[in-house]
């Protein structure tokens, strides 16, 4: 089924493209439903471009031995090409995808969107610029897991998933907050403890209730 022009004008080069190439945008482009904890793509498995029509999407890097190292969150309307390797020829590494919540991606096809890149210098220079950006988002996360204490990227997790959320209630297990956080469970039971015993936070089960956001803040600049 066809998308209409509203759908497809989220398209940060749809206004870039001559009639031709929207023609084939609008032919070969879809949208997929993923309920949440549904694998969205990893490895060599290669979707193409994706744009977030509602939910999110966190991606992640996998160690050999189940270790996963959170690179960057999608958003709605944020669009993503490092899954995109048979894309990009420079992408040596591969990251893998997860939906947060219930979501609507919208995907264009990776041999169409090669395609564009090939003749489309605006759409060429859009996948450059988003693979710039993501690679800096890649770039902090792994510094924050090097080099950050874990009392700073814990207390940073929680405050920005009060803002995305709307809710000071986060209703997270240590286990979704360690993959999150590239921690082990242990390591975030005890800081949370810690955190509760302070009076920043409190406790029950499956839910983390901020208490005193504005001490959490304090703990980024210490």
Not at 45 to 73: A, D, F, K
Request: charged residues 25%.
């Amino acid at each position: 089924m066809k998308l209409n022009d509203d759908i497809l004008s989220g398209l940060p080069f749809w206004g870039q493209l001559s009639t031709s190439q929207r023609a084939e945008v609008a032919e070969m482009t879809y949208t997929r439903l993923y309920s949440k904890g549904s694998i969205v793509g990893c490895g060599s498995n290669c979707l193409g471009l994706i744009q977030v029509l509602r939910g999110g999407t966190r991606v992640y890097l996998l160690s050999p031995e189940g270790r996963e190292v959170t690179l960057y969150r999608l958003g709605v309307g944020d669009c993503c090409v490092l899954t995109a390797s048979c894309v990009m020829s420079q992408i040596t590494f591969e990251t893998n995808m997860v939906a947060e919540e219930e979501t609507e991606l919208l995907i264009l096809p990776a041999h169409t969107f090669s395609r564009l890149t090939g003749e489309n210098i605006h759409v060429r220079c859009f996948m450059y610029e988003l693979a710039t950006r993501r690679f800096s988002a890649v770039m902090f996360s792994l510094q924050q897991v090097l080099f950050a204490r874990f009392d700073r990227r814990l207390a940073s997790f929680l405050l920005s998933e009060a803002e995305r959320t709307g809710s000071r209630e986060l209703r997270l297990t240590h286990e979704e907050i360690a993959r999150q956080v590239s921690s082990a469970r242990e390591v975030v039971a005890r800081m949370l403890k810690r955190f509760a015993s302070d009076g920043l936070v409190s406790l029950r089960r499956g839910v983390i209730r901020i208490e005193r956001p504005a001490e959490l803040k304090k703990i980024l600049s210490e």
